[in-house]
């Protein structure tokens, strides 16, 4: 189905959204199922975090812990992977930026850290809910190379639903509003 022309989008309405809707469910392939919203430091609570998959990242005072995963602008980023190392390893990666750590860090926790200063009490305040893709991602097996493919375009296919609802992309994921921490020094 080709992209819409010139569509006008108010909210959750219009042919923009129906268009992000049908490349959402089209075929069943590609169908974004979030976890429930956890603390980011409860993170190892989450099912099938070994799998590659896509990502949400909330910020938000109220207590999400539990409730299901909805579209919010409390979300402000989503982000995924393919690695060996799958959710729990990038979830891992973010940790590490957000809280000074060493090892492997994460581009968008910088982002994160240019605003928000103090890593462990903006920590807080982060929810996380995961859409896993079950694959082996060391496998050249077709069902594992459209599940990683799959994980890839969920990606782009969040931002494009984000956008739809709420005119623009989440906080961190714009490059040019939220510019990367100056640098990133382990203690």
């Known amino acids: 189905m080709p992209p819409p022309r010139a569509v006008v989008c ?18 069943g392939a590609t169908r974004m199922r979030f976890s429930k919203w956890v603390k980011f430091d409860q993170r190892d609570k989450l099912r099938n975090t070994h799998y590659p998959g896509v990502y949400a990242i909330a910020i938000s005072n109220k207590n999400l812990a539990g409730t299901r995963f909805k579209w919010t602008k409390a979300i402000r980023y989503f982000g ?23 090892g492997p860090g994460h581009g968008g926790a910088q982002r994160f850290r240019q605003k928000y200063r103090n890593g462990n009490a903006l920590a807080k ?6 859409c896993p893709f079950a694959c082996d991602v060391s496998a050249n097996k077709p069902k594992d190379l459209t599940a990683m493919g799959d994980a890839v375009r969920s990606e782009y296919l969040a931002f494009a639903k984000y956008a739809a609802f709420f005119g623009g992309l989440p906080e961190f994921n714009d490059k040019e509003k939220s510019p990367k921490q100056r640098s990133h020094v382990p203690k």
Not at 16 to 23: D, N, V
Not at 80 to 102: I, W
Request: aromatic share 12%; no cysteine; charged share 25%.
């Open 125 to 130: 305040k982060l929810y996380i809910a995961v």
């Open 10 to 27: 108010r909210g959750a309405t219009g042919l923009f959204f129906r268009y992000i809707e049908k490349a959402l469910n089209r075929g």
């Open 80 to 102: 995924f992977t393919n690695a060996v190392g799958g959710l729990r390893g990038r979830l891992n990666q973010f940790n590490n930026t957000l809280r000074d750590k060493s």
